[in-house]
């Protein structure tokens, strides 16, 4: 069963950091593309970021490209989001997560993806 726990969240000021984490487990970490959504009240999720099995290649919404980073530890089974110089409009819950077919390149389509973190509540006051 695969399992994606995420941390990091919490209160911070416009113009702050915070660092994301989702912690995997249920199957080969490193085989699988990972991604971030994010999801506001009152709006649908929304993708903000991914990432490949490998590393290599980053993918991000206009939204935050240039602010946040994604990137991943495939020996801690963990994935990461860098949250710079972050927004109000940046406020929602942030989910990782994971496709069920392996060796593939994440997509910005939440129905991709099959496994789903509980979510961390990011709220940037201005």
């Known amino acids: 069963q695969v399992q994606l726990v995420e941390s990091g969240g919490g209160l911070v000021q416009a113009g702050g950091s915070l660092r994301l984490s989702c912690a995997a487990s249920?199957?080969?970490?490193?085989?699988?593309?990972m991604g971030w959504f994010r999801q506001a009240p009152g709006k649908e999720r929304e993708f903000v970021a991914g990432v490949s099995w490998s590393g290599i290649n980053t993918y991000y919404a206009d939204s935050v490209k240039g602010r946040f980073t994604i990137s991943r530890d495939n020996a801690k089974n963990t994935l990461y989001l860098q949250m710079n110089s972050l927004k109000p409009e940046d406020t929602a819950v942030y989910y990782c997560?994971?496709?069920?077919?392996?060796?593939?390149?994440?997509?910005?389509?939440?129905?991709?993806?099959?496994?789903w973190g509980q979510g961390t509540q990011v709220t940037v006051s201005s």
């Open positions: 997560a994971a496709p069920k077919q392996a060796y593939g390149q994440p997509t910005s389509l939440p129905t991709s993806y099959a496994y």
């Open positions: 249920g199957r080969t970490f490193s085989s699988y593309a």
